[in-house]
C-alpha cells in the first residue's frame, strides 16, 4: 500500500464513488453526512481547499483523507483558532475497513499536520457515530466542543489531538 496525493490523472468520479461507500453504514444510521451524497463537484470543491490524500493498493484507490493547513480549517470557533488544523472526508472501502488503511491515512495527515508547525490536528464528526468517536479516542484524540452543520441531520462532536513537535 502506498499514501499519495490525489492527482489530476486520478478519477473523481471514482473518489467520490469510494466515499459514498465508505458512508453507506452511517447513512443507514441515518447520519447525512455530506460525503454520502455529495456530487463529484462537491469533492473538486472538498479538494480544492485542502490536500487529499489517497492509500492505493495494485493501483487502486481504496482509501483517503483531506488535510486542511491552519489556514483552511475555519468553520467552528476551535478550527479557526490558528494553531489548529484538521481534517475529514475520510474514508476506506468497506471489506477493507480494519485492516490499518485508516490508521495509515490517519498518520499521514498528523505528519503533515506536525510538519507544518500546527499544535493540535482536529476533525468532527456525528455525535451518535459511537464507533467513530471510539475509534478517534483510541488514537489519542479528546473531545473539546460540539457544532451543528447546516448540512447535517445530527449534532457534531469535534474533537483534536495534540501534536508532539
Known amino acids: 500500500m502506498i499514501i499519495r496525493t490525489f492527482t489530476e490523472a486520478d478519477s473523481l468520479t471514482e473518489l467520490t464513488r ?8 452511517l447513512a ?3 447520519l447525512r453526512f455530506l460525503a454520502t ?7 473538486q470543491e472538498r479538494i480544492d481547499n485542502g490536500t487529499c490524500l489517497v492509500a492505493e493498493i495494485d493501483g487502486r484507490i481504496v482509501g483517503t483523507i483531506m488535510y486542511y493547513n491552519c489556514a483552511n480549517a475555519g468553520g467552528t470557533a476551535w478550527y479557526d483558532r490558528p494553531e489548529v488544523c484538521s481534517f475529514g472526508q475520510f474514508g476506506v472501502e468497506p471489506e477493507l475497513q480494519g485492516a490499518g488503511i485508516g490508521t495509515r491515512l490517519l498518520e499521514a495527515v498528523e505528519v503533515m499536520a506536525r510538519n507544518e508547525g500546527a499544535e ?8 451518535p457515530a459511537h464507533h467513530l468517536i471510539a475509534y478517534y ?4 484524540y479528546r473531545l473539546v466542543d460540539h457544532t451543528q452543520w447546516d448540512a447535517a441531520n445530527y449534532r457534531s462532536v469535534i474533537m483534536s489531538k495534540r501534536l508532539q513537535q
Do not use: K, N, P
Open 18 to 25: 469510494l466515499l459514498h461507500r465508505a458512508y453507506r453504514g
Open 28 to 30: 443507514e444510521m441515518g
Open 37 to 43: 451524497y455529495q456530487t463529484d463537484r462537491q469533492t
Open 120 to 127: 493540535e490536528i482536529a476533525l468532527d464528526t456525528a455525535e
Open 137 to 140: 479516542s483510541r488514537h489519542g
